[in-house]
Structure formats: structure tokens, C-alpha cells
């Protein structure tokens, strides 16, 4: 009777005892956890992109061509900015995690913090400096007019060939905004992408697009009935250095702005072309 009324509470605190480890290991589960969460939180960088601006970015099915698996989805991207991106994220020890976000939603991602880059083709205008920082630009470019091959605007030399033309550009974008640069020309509803563009152009919605060069020749091997204008100097588009340029977009204040400029001037300007170049011919024939 005695041994059995010791054996009762011996095992009553034997189950009492394995409880309290059972909740400990828990605990410890969960901090580990946190912990690897944070540490490889700290160990990747988040680029959003539209992954549908070729040549800068695009998405495609598979990782030819050295393209990156876009997060949360199981197709990749690549791309011009993606190329940048990569050293980017090599120079500052990091991997690379490239985030599919639409245009206007970007800004408003890397000041979140839901993304820690922008890379996405995007120029550093004013407007866009009074929200978030910029890095150095990492490529430059010309604006110029999409049209097709056999339309009345094909042999255009200067924007005043353009009166009466109805021409569209990207929204919230210095290709639209331009277009009142165009006399008398038929300001078409700001459309979402390129492809959108692209699409309205080749069903006579619009006779021209404002684009920039990469669009121009990437087009071109795209779509073969269309072509590009661009112009002399003093017959087209004006517009400022930051306009033209291309640069990765950061939250106000961001420590990591020092070391991207770095890694980013240290791109020459051969190399850069060099990467534009491997763009425009392993973008995807058309994406329409």
C-alpha cells in the first residue's frame, strides 16, 4: 500500500516534470526560430520590379540566361536590372530575392519596408525624390516615339511631325508627361506598361508611344512591324539629367545608400552596355 501511494505521486511528478520540459523545448523552438528568421532576413535583399519592362526586367518560365526565381511564385526574372541587381547584391554579401510589385505600388513597398530596393527601370525625378532616396544612376538613356513601320509617322524627324497624332505613355512617368511637349498632338489616356502600349499601338488606339531607347530597340526585335524615331538635337523631347537616368529607389535615410553608390560606380560604362546588350537579346520575342 505505501510503495504503491509513492509510486502515484512519483509518477505524478515524473508527468509533471516531462510537461515542463515539453513547454521549455517549445520555447526554445520558437526563439531559435525567430532567430533564424531575422538572420536570414538580414542576409537578403529584397528587390521589387514590375518583371514586365523589358529590357530592364521581365518574367519568363524558366532560369535560363541566369534568371532569378521571382518570390512567392514559380516563374523567374531577368532583365537589365536584374544583371545590376546581382552585383548588387554580391557586393553587399547578400542573396537576392526579387519581388514582383506593379509600377505604382513601388514606392510605397520600399518606404514600408516591404522591399529594401527598387529596381525597376525607374528614373530619380523630383517628384519621386520627395518620397524615397535614389543611388547614382546605373544607366542612361534617350526618349524617343514607337510607331508603326507603315504608318504617317514612320519618316517623322522632329516632334512637330507628330500634330495630330494620338500618343500615350506610361503612367506616372516622364514619358507621358512629355507628350504636351508635341504641338497639336491628341494626348491619349496614360496606359499601365509597355505591353499595354505595345497592344494600343499594333490596334490603331494610338499612332506613337514615348519610350525610351532600350524600349525602342527592344521592340523592334519584338514586334517586327514596329520601329522607332529618334531625334536630332533640338527636335525632340526636353527633359532633365534625372529624368533620363536610371537608379535604384531606397526608404528616406537608408544606411545601405553609401555602399550601393559604390558598388554601382564601380560598373564601368563598357560593362554596362555589355549587360543592355545581353538584355536585348535574350528578352523573350514578344510579350504580349
Known amino acids: 500500500m505505501k510503495i504503491s501511494f509513492l509510486l502515484f505521486f512519483w509518477r505524478k511528478d515524473m508527468k509533471k516534470t516531462l510537461k515542463n520540459l515539453l513547454v521549455l523545448v517549445s520555447l526554445l523552438s520558437a526563439f531559435s526560430l525567430v532567430g533564424c528568421g531575422k538572420s536570414k532576413s538580414e542576409n537578403v535583399l529584397r528587390v521589387g520590379m514590375e518583371c ?26 531577368n532583365g ?39 529596381m525597376a527601370g525607374m528614373s530619380p525625378t523630383k ?40 500618343v500615350t505613355g506610361q503612367l506616372n512617368t516622364v514619358h507621358y508627361s512629355v507628350i504636351d511637349q508635341i504641338p497639336g498632338a491628341q494626348k491619349v489616356e496614360a496606359m499601365q506598361d509597355f505591353n499595354s502600349e505595345r497592344v494600343a499601338l499594333k490596334s490603331g488606339i494610338i ?30 523631347f526636353v527633359a532633365s539629367d534625372e529624368d533620363l537616368a536610371v537608379a535604384a529607389g531606397l526608404s528616406k535615410g537608408s544606411k545601405l545608400k553609401e555602399d550601393l553608390n559604390k558598388i554601382i560606380d564601380s560598373v564601368s560604362d563598357e560593362k554596362r552596355q555589355e549587360m543592355m546588350k545581353t538584355a536585348l537579346e535574350t528578352q523573350p520575342i514578344s510579350e504580349e
Open 52 to 77: 514586365g519592362y523589358a529590357p530592364y526586367n521581365w518574367t519568363q518560365s524558366d532560369d535560363s540566361n541566369g534568371a532569378v526565381p521571382i518570390e512567392g511564385s514559380k516563374e523567374f526574372a
Open 207 to 236: 499612332d506613337a508611344y514615348v519610350a525610351e531607347l532600350p524600349e525602342g530597340l527592344s521592340v523592334e526585335k519584338a514586334i517586327p512591324e514596329f520601329t522607332y524615331i529618334k531625334f536630332e538635337d533640338g527636335k525632340g
Open 80 to 118: 537589365y536590372d536584374i544583371m545590376f541587381a546581382k552585383k548588387v547584391a554580391e557586393g553587399l554579401g547578400k542573396e537576392l530575392s526579387i519581388v514582383k510589385i506593379d509600377w505604382d505600388g513601388l514606392a510605397p513597398a520600399v518606404q514600408s519596408g516591404t522591399i529594401d530596393l527598387v
Open 127 to 166: 517628384e519621386r525624390q520627395e518620397v524615397i532616396d535614389f543611388t547614382s544612376a546605373y544607366w542612361k538613356s534617350d526618349l524617343i516615339m514607337v510607331v508603326k513601320k507603315d504608318s504617317a509617322y514612320a519618316n517623322a524627324t522632329s516632334l512637330s511631325d507628330f500634330k495630330g497624332a494620338k
